[in-house]
């Protein structure tokens, strides 16, 4: 499901800008959220397994993203300030 949404991707932003990117990158790049994606579904059935009801493997997976997300932006923030 990654790889079709990826190639759209990639064709739409050197549609839309011209500018090609490097294909090998773009597939390291969508290899790494597909890795990510296989471990978010593994985590999901552990569990599953685990608990007998919905809301705590909610709460682990939305939580988890979360504080992912976090780490991503402080990481970008980190990179663009200025010395």
């Known amino acids: 499901m990654v790889v079709v949404q990826g ?13 090609s990117l490097s294909f ?10 597909s890795l990510f994606m296989i471990s978010v ?3 999901t059935l552990m ?4 608990f007998n009801s919905r809301g705590p493997i909610l709460a682990i997976i939305i939580t988890g993203l ?3 997300l976090f780490i ?12």
């Open 66 to 68: 979360m504080i992912i």
């Open 41 to 43: 579904l593994a985590l």
């Open 7 to 19: 190639f759209i991707a990639y064709f739409i932003y050197k549609a839309a800008t011209g500018i």
């Open 47 to 50: 569990l599953g397994t685990l």
């Open 72 to 83: 991503i932006v402080a990481l970008v923030r980190f990179e663009r300030e200025e010395f």
């Open 24 to 33: 090998p990158g773009f597939l390291a790049g969508m290899g790494l959220i």
